[in-house]
C-alpha cells in the first residue's frame, strides 16, 4: 500500500477526525433508537418548540430534504408532532411529544458525554489549546462555506 501524501493535510484530519466523532456519537445514541442526523432536531425542538421545517433549514444550513426526511422519521417514531401553522397553511410547526421530551435528557446525556471526550482529546494535544479557541477556529472554518 503507498503511504497516503496528504496524510498530514487539515482536510484530511479534519475528515477523519468528523468520522470518528460521529461514529462515536452514533454509538452513544444507539441505544435510544435515535442517530446522528435525528438527535440535533431532538435537542432543537426542545429549545425552540413550535420552530418550522423552514428555520430549521435556514438557522443550520441544512438540506430542505434531509430535514423533511428526519422529521418524517421522527413523527413516525411519535417523537415528534408536526402541525400545519395556524397562520400560514404553507409551514408546518415542530413539537416535541412527551415521547419526544422523555427523550430529551438522555440525548443531551449522550451529547454531553461526548463533549467530555472531544474536550479531554483538545486537553491532551502536545500544543496547550483551550475549548474556546478551538471551538473559535471551528467557527471560522465554517465562515468558508
Known amino acids: 500500500m503507498v503511504p497516503d501524501r496528504n496524510d498530514n493535510t487539515m482536510t484530511k484530519q479534519l475528515h477523519v477526525a468528523s468520522n470518528i466523532a460521529t461514529r462515536t456519537l452514533e454509538k452513544r445514541l444507539k441505544p435510544f433508537g435515535v442517530n446522528g442526523s ?23 444550513t441544512l438540506h430542505q430534504s434531509n430535514v423533511n426526511r428526519e422529521i418524517a422519521r421522527l413523527a413516525s417514531m411519535g417523537l415528534v408532532d408536526k402541525r400545519q401553522s395556524k397562520t400560514d397553511g404553507r409551514k408546518y410547526e415542530l413539537r416535541l411529544t412527551a415521547d419526544g421530551e422523555a427523550m430529551y435528557p438522555k440525548i443531551k446525556a449522550a451529547l454531553d458525554a461526548q463533549e467530555e471526550a472531544l474536550s479531554a482529546c483538545i486537553a491532551a494535544a502536545p500544543v496547550q489549546v483551550s475549548r474556546e479557541d478551538f471551538m473559535a477556529v471551528l467557527r471560522q472554518i465554517k465562515l468558508m462555506g
Not at 435525528?38 to 443550520?60: A, E, N, W
Open 38 to 60: 435525528q438527535f440535533f432536531f431532538i435537542l432543537k425542538l426542545h429549545d425552540d418548540p413550535g420552530i418550522t421545517q423552514d428555520q430549521l433549514v435556514r438557522s443550520d
